[in-house]
Every structure is written in C-alpha cells, then in structure tokens.
C-alpha cells in the first residue's frame, strides 16, 4: 500500500475522521470530504491536474480550485464532470456538506 502525504490549503475532515484524530494531531490519517486548493502564480496546469487526480484516487468526495485571478471556483466531485462555477453563482455542498452554500463573490470579499 503507498501512503502519500500531501498539503492541501484547506480541508474539510468528516466527524468520524476526527473523533478518530488527537486533538494535536498535525497530519490527518484519512482523506477529508473537501479539499480546496487556492491557485498560486506558481502552479502549472500539470500540477493542478496532478493534484485533482491524486485527491479523487485517495477518496476526497469534493475538490474546489479556486482562482483568486479570476475569481472563480472549479468543483471536481469523482465520477462527473467539472463545474466552474462564476462568481455570481454559488458552490452547493450537497450531498456531501448538506446545506453548504457560499456566493463564489462572497470567497473573494474582503
């Protein structure tokens, strides 16, 4: 079995995945529902597709890449297809984070 370790700029770990955790606990055993990457000036397209598909084969049930440039989110869930999504609309978490909305505006207000 390989084990991968990888710094995700946000995460979301579920209940379960928690309880399971010490409260000092730097890295997490498990994959997390959500994983948000915020795009860098230094990223490349490979390394965003790499991290995307490394997420979806380690179980991450949803992915948003944001992009501060152009102010939108894309959504990667496994098994469908990308939604990017503008910043007059809004990232729903169903089913995964039910009752999760944010305005894609509201990620970038300061």
């Known amino acids: 079995m390989e084990i991968t370790t990888v710094g995700i700029d946000l995460a979301y770990i579920s209940e379960e995945l928690s309880n399971q955790s010490p409260d000092d606990a730097f890295l997490i055993d498990g994959a997390p529902v959500l ?4 795009l860098s000036p230094s990223d490349t397209h490979k390394d965003l597709v790499d991290k ?5 084969e380690s179980g991450v049930a949803v992915i948003w890449i944001v992009d501060p ?4 989110v894309t959504v990667y869930r ?14 729903i978490g169903d089913p995964e ?14």
């Open 35 to 38: 994983a948000v990457e915020i």
């Open 52 to 56: 995307v598909q490394l997420y979806l």
């Open 78 to 91: 496994p098994g469908t297809d990308a939604i990017l999504l503008a910043s007059s609309q809004e990232v």
């Open 69 to 72: 440039d152009l102010q939108n």
């Open 97 to 110: 984070l039910p009752g999760l909305r944010v305005r894609v505006a509201d990620i970038f207000s300061r």
